[in-house]
């Protein structure tokens, strides 16, 4: 059985904790889903032109986020237009999709980063991770054509991990 370095464990708890703060840090709380709803009140008056109180598909094409197709499914009641509720449902819903792929980058950072700790062979301190919706990009430096390999091959294996783009470098 392979005896685990304090080093190890001391990085171990640090990325733990680092993915643990992340998740915090995602957290709202009442202050900042009243500052969201206020914030898109505040688009949603911006893109009303006509202050009829709803938006056209006309009107909410300055905004990015409704394509033709993100307006229907926001038209909850099929009436053409967009009242401030379905706006911001459908604004606040598409935020969130967002928001949980970031918090599911960074878990999945913190565990590669864990695993690579764990892999004997690998310098966990000269490999860095990082994660774009489930893909992760290696960087850094290891010893040998086959630590590059195993870096990969561990990394792969988490859960989460769509793919890997190894671009860690060999130094001798």
Do not use: C, W
């Amino acid at each position: 059985m392979k005896r685990i370095h304090p080093l190890e464990i001391a990085m171990l708890v640090f990325a733990l904790g680092f993915g643990a703060t992340a998740l915090r840090a995602m957290a709202l709380d009442t202050g900042t889903v009243q500052a969201v709803q206020t914030s898109l009140a505040v688009e949603f008056k911006k893109l009303d032109a006509d202050n009829s109180q709803t938006l056209t598909d006309a009107e909410v094409a300055k905004d990015q986020l409704f394509t033709k197709q993100n307006f229907a499914e926001a038209d909850v009641d099929h009436n053409g237009t967009l009242d401030q509720a379905e706006y911001a449902n459908y604004k606040s819903a598409a935020q969130s999709k967002v928001t949980g792929i970031a918090v599911a980058d960074s878990i999945i950072t913190t565990k590669a980063k864990a695993e690579i700790l764990r892999t004997k062979g690998l310098k966990s301190l000269q490999i860095s991770v990082e994660t774009h919706k489930g893909e992760v990009i290696l960087s850094g430096f290891v010893d040998s054509e086959s630590a590059k390999a195993i870096a990969e091959e561990v990394v792969s294996k988490v859960n989460g991990v769509k793919s890997v783009k190894n671009s860690l470098e060999i130094r001798a």
